[in-house]
C-alpha cells in the first residue's frame, strides 16, 4: 500500500483556516483520499474522501491536483474543539487503510 | 446511520485471562470488518480483517492464535484476546466497511475498547 508523508504538528489559533497537506507519491491509480479525525480515547470519525480535483462538505474541504501525489484538508474558521489528530488514508481495492503518524493540530485561543 | 459500537469499551482483567470484545454494524450489514490496535500517543495499527463467514486475515506479526476473530453475522465481529498479559493493554477499536451516499467504500469505526491487562 502507497505511503503517507504528513507533518507531526500544527498549530492554530481558533477562527483561522487551517491547511493540513500530505504527500502520498505513490498512489495507485484505484486509491482514493480519505481523511479521518481522532480524539483521544475515541475511534477515529471521517471527515472527507476525494479522488481528484476538489470536494468540499459540511466541516471541510479537500484539494487533489491533477497528479494526485499530494492532497491538502482545509479546514474553515478552527475551533478550540478541532484539536486532534488527523489522518491522511489512501484506500484502494483491498479497502484497508495503513496509518501514518497522523498530524497532531492544536488549536489555541 | 452507519454506527458501529463496541462492547464493553473498557475492561480491566488479570493477566491469563481471556477477554472478548465484540464489534457492532447497528444500522448496516458490514461483511467486511477490521480491529485495530493503538498504543498511548501511537497511530492505529491494523491487526486484521475480518471477513463474514471465513477466516481472518492476520497482518504480519500479529499472533492469530493470541487474537482470535470470528464474524460469524454481517453485524457481528468479535475479537478474543487469549491469555492476556500486561503487554496486551492496549485500546482496541474496530470498524465496519460500509459506503456512504457519494463516497467510495468507508470504514466506520467504533469507540473502541481500552484494555488493561493487571
Known amino acids: 500500500l502507497a505511503k503517507t508523508t504528513q507533518p507531526i504538528s500544527m498549530d492554530s489559533y481558533e477562527g483561522q483556516e487551517v491547511n493540513i497537506t500530505c504527500s502520498h507519491n505513490n498512489i495507485a491509480t484505484n486509491d482514493y483520499i480519505t481523511w479521518y479525525q481522532q480524539f483521544p480515547s475515541q475511534g477515529p470519525r471521517f471527515i472527507i474522501q476525494g479522488y481528484k480535483t476538489k470536494v468540499t462538505n459540511e466541516v471541510a474541504s479537500l484539494f487533489i491536483p491533477a497528479d494526485r501525489k499530494s492532497s491538502t484538508l482545509s479546514l474553515p474558521r478552527v475551533s478550540l474543539s478541532d484539536t486532534a489528530v488527523y489522518y491522511c488514508?489512501?484506500?484502494?481495492?483491498?479497502?484497508?487503510?495503513?496509518f501514518g503518524t497522523g498530524t497532531l493540530l492544536a488549536v489555541q485561543p | 446511520g452507519a454506527v458501529v459500537s463496541q462492547h464493553p469499551s473498557r475492561v480491566i482483567c488479570k493477566s491469563g485471562t481471556s477477554v472478548k470484545i465484540e464489534c457492532r454494524s447497528l444500522?448496516?450489514?458490514?461483511?467486511?470488518m477490521f480491529w485495530y490496535r493503538q498504543f498511548p500517543k501511537q497511530s492505529l495499527m491494523l491487526m486484521a480483517t475480518s471477513n463474514e463467514g471465513s477466516k481472518a486475515t492476520y497482518e504480519q506479526g500479529v499472533e492469530k492464535d493470541k487474537f482470535l476473530i470470528n464474524h460469524a453475522s454481517l453485524t457481528l465481529s468479535t475479537l478474543t484476546v487469549a491469555s492476556a498479559h500486561p503487554e496486551d493493554s492496549s485500546f482496541y477499536i474496530c470498524?465496519?466497511?460500509?459506503?456512504?451516499?457519494?463516497?467510495?467504500?468507508?470504514?466506520?469505526f467504533g469507540p473502541g475498547t481500552r484494555l488493561t491487562v493487571l
Open positions: 444500522d448496516f450489514q458490514a461483511t467486511t
Open positions: 488514508l489512501l484506500g484502494g481495492a483491498t479497502n484497508k487503510l495503513i
Open positions: 470498524s465496519a466497511l460500509g459506503q456512504r451516499q457519494n463516497t467510495y467504500n468507508e470504514q466506520f
